[in-house]
């Protein structure tokens, strides 16, 4: 018995290191997986808290509430709204969570109406058109501007939009042809338009600002206003707000629909306001023309109107109403250097400094300049004795040329 114990003592002992050379490579094991599947984890959370960036891009009628509108969205109701020069950049952030990253929005104004309309390429182009957004603001109190505000900017949106789609179409991408699924999507297969529509290829939004001031006008014009306005949306595809910065349930509206354009947030309710009484709420794909009309033409005028289109026929219509002022000159902006907003003390400080460097030179210049000139001048001159001392001699020889001719011989 003490013999057995013995052995079976000695194959315990024996048998322990094997034991304990096994567990430390079990547990290096785990230890491996535990890494790996933390390793994968991060990057999971990675890829899904990355910050996704959008563009917004504001146009619309000079001093017609661009700025006010995305000082609101951007929650900065305290800042001052400055005049907007040329092409201006700002950005905003959205945070989605805990962890999760932050949604970034690129937001490009443009000033001056349509006279900087060539402007437009810089903010859209290959590489931003796939998240891109535009927003058009029609000041409601300046009747007489609102469609030709609305038909340049309108085309040339359009131009380098389709200019950008049909170089991605060169290069075999398949993203022009997404974005306009995308875009008639919106109005469903079986729409009763759907033969007279043309959608814009990225998310459009019609903002009539300065409600306040266009709700005392005569009822009959507000109602042609509301009606074109619904039509020019309609057509292309668009969404059509009113708001007032003096009215913050309408400004409210109008920051949750620019919210859903830059962040991708749940979308406004459909359901809309197609009163010309009261400010104007049109989703996108909700209107129809049957609901809007037809083109308010006087009775008058009806012999005299002659149109190709409808589109025509409802820029004769409202012109009858309205008649269009004069086209917008591009004026040449105040040097934005001068601009008190615009300060910078370091930038400032050497473009004065270059600013009297180029006036000396100028000065150094002109003076050079005068003093050749007077050389030229005193060695033309010099010159020009020198060729009538020349001439003269040479008169004079030939005078004594010819009397000595002259005499007779001896």
């Known amino acids: 018995k003490r013999e057995r114990e013995r052995e079976n003592c000695s194959q315990r002992v024996a048998g322990a290191p094997t034991q304990l050379a096994t567990m430390p490579q079990d547990t290096d094991e785990s230890r491996r997986k535990d890494v790996w599947a933390r390793a994968l984890q991060e990057r999971q959370q990675q890829q899904h808290g990355s910050e996704e960036e959008r563009t ?4 619309g009628s000079k001093q017609g509430g661009k700025t006010t509108l995305l000082m609101r969205f951007l ?3 305290r800042d001052k709204p400055k005049p907007t020069t040329a092409l201006e950049y700002t950005f905003g952030r959205r945070s989605r969570g805990h962890d999760l990253g932050k949604d970034i929005v690129h937001s490009w104004e443009l000033a001056g109406g349509t006279s900087l309309a060539s402007l437009i390429d810089t903010p859209i182009s290959a590489a931003t058109i796939r998240n891109s957004s535009v927003v058009l603001c029609l000041d409601l109190s300046k009747p007489n501007e609102l469609w030709n505000t609305q038909e340049r900017l309108l085309k040339a949106l359009r131009n380098r939009v389709e200019k950008v789609l049909s170089d991605l179409t060169a290069k075999d991408s398949r993203l022009p042809q997404h974005l306009r699924k995308k875009a008639w999507h919106k109005f469903g297969e079986n729409h009763p ?13 019609f903002v009539g600002t300065k409600y306040d001031v266009f709700q005392d006008m005569e009822p009959e014009k507000r109602k042609v206003v509301c ?3 619904r039509f020019i949306a309609h057509c292309n595809g668009a969404s059509l707000l009113f708001t007032s910065d003096q009215d913050d349930g309408l400004m409210s509206k109008c920051r949750a629909l620019l919210s859903h354009f ?5 979308a406004p309710s459909r359901s809309g306001s197609y009163d010309h009484t009261q400010p104007l709420i049109v989703p996108v794909g909700s209107d129809s023309l049957n609901g809007i009309g037809a083109p308010p033409v006087p009775t008058e005028d009806i012999g005299s109107v002659s149109a ?6 409802w820029k004769a219509a409202y012109g009858s109403f309205f008649p269009p002022t004069k086209a917008e000159t591009q004026a040449i902006p105040d040097d934005p250097a001068s601009n008190a907003q615009f300060a910078e003390p370091d930038v400032d400080a050497m473009r004065t400094q270059k600013d009297e460097e180029l006036e000396r030179y100028r000065r150094q210049a002109d003076r050079r300049a005068r003093e050749l000139a007077a050389k030229h001048a005193a060695g033309s001159d010099r010159r020009s004795r020198r060729s009538d001392k020349g ?3 040479e008169s004079s020889s030939r005078r004594k040329s010819s009397r000595s001719s002259k005499k007779p011989p001896a």
């Open 75 to 77: 929650d900065r109701p």
């Open 391 to 393: 001439s003269s001699s």
């Open 308 to 313: 190709r289109n409808p589109v025509d026929l």
């Open 56 to 59: 917004v891009i504001l146009v």
């Open 262 to 266: 830059a962040f991708k947030t749940s």
């Open 193 to 205: 338009d759907k033969d007279l529509l043309d959608p814009f290829p990225v998310p459009l939004l």
């Open 227 to 229: 009606r074109t306005l």
